[in-house]
């Protein structure tokens, strides 16, 4: 019956809101997004609009490439040749993929140099590295963290921590895995993921980019002073990131009585916009791509706009042993991890971001 119980509770999610100005020096908006290593999917809307500019248009365009490799053994990632090409020249990022967090081995690759890996008991235990019971794991601990930071072991390559961390992956227990990768540099391209795994089965991707323009979209009313929302006057963050998540699902909004699929409306006071553009990116999708598209949406409002506010939201991988930063995550009854900006045309923003049961509070 305990279990049952469980069963029916409701997920805890977590929602954190906030207001600042993109002018403000002490806005965090970017390191925010630079902090959020592995996104999967990046969506705007723009009320008011019809058609993309050509400096949007062309990064949406621009936020690939990203590579997948099958069973690439975990060694590769911590090879001499590989540190030194990839990771302290630019920002290197993987994560595995086909996995699942709460109850397979996953290891994500930070662009600070971090390899996280989590670990099931067993294979922990036989790895004979040093790590930590994984936060979420109750009573009985089935599952283990451990952090190997690249860039130190890089400068002692004949140390005794160097050699046990290649004795344990080439020898006391080898691990593979399928991996999405993706680099990020500056100046010339010396080396290329595609050359430098030929020997595995690497696929190049481009994301998927969904373009579309919504007639007649009923949107709320928003104040950038209100993050709470006004009574009849306008309404909250919370309000907002509900009829998002409704919009970007392409659910219909007029609560008639015969939908029986959903019966959510906008939120009120609402105003309907003639139409509003909706662009969603999918794929393996870097922090660095996400903040020139912020930064063009800042740039939205330098001419004057019919539109009041437009939107970004982010969403990570539910799957990623790490939400923001090397903060644990998990599963359980829901992985997401996700944020979402909301531009004004005077600069200020709301900032939103929620987390799910297994996760600590967002940064």
Partial sequence: MATLRRLREVPRHLLVCEKSNFGHDKSR???????????????????????????????VMETGP????????????????????????????????????????TVALLP??????????????????????????????M???????????????????????????????????DFLLAWHH??????????YFSNYRIQEHQPKIALSTVPELQCPVLRSSALRGEPEAA??????????????????????????????CCPQPSTVVAKAYLCTITGFILPEKICLLLEQLCRYFDEPKLAPWVTLSVQGFADSPVSWRENEHGFRKGGEHLYNF??????????????????????
Wanted: hydrophobic share 35%; glycine share 4%.
């Fill in 29 to 59: 908006h970017r390191h925010l997004v630079e902090t959020h290593y592995h996104n999967y999917r990046v969506s705007f809307l723009i009320p008011e609009c019809g058609i993309l500019s050509k400096e949007l248009k062309n990064l």
């Fill in 112 to 141: 600070n140099g971090k390899l996280i890996l989590s670990l099931d008991k067993d294979t922990y235990e036989e790895t004979g590295l040093q790590g930590r019971p994984s936060q979420y794991s109750g009573r009985k601990i």
């Fill in 186 to 195: 500056t100046g010339a391209e010396e080396s290329t993921m595609m050359s």
């Fill in 143 to 177: 599952k283990f963290i451990v952090s190997i930071d690249l860039m130190d072991l890089s400068f002692n390559l004949n140390s005794k921590k160097y050699e046990r961390v290649c004795w344990s992956f080439k020898e006391k227990k080898p691990l593979e895995f």
């Fill in 342 to 363: 909301v531009i004004f045309n005077n600069q200020d923003y709301w900032l939103q971001m929620a987390v799910g049961a297994n996760d600590d509070c967002p940064p």
């Fill in 66 to 105: 990203y590579y997948s490799v099958k069973n690439l053994p975990l060694h590769e990632l911590i090879t001499h040749e590989f540190i030194n090409t990839f990771v302290k020249k630019g920002s290197c990022y993987a994560l595995t993929y086909n996995t699942n967090i709460d109850e397979d081995n």
């Fill in 235 to 264: 309404c909250s963050a919370p309000e907002l990131l509900d009829w998002l998540g409704a919009v970007f699902s392409h659910a219909e909004l007029n609560n008639e009585p015969h939908n029986f699929i959903s019966a959510y």
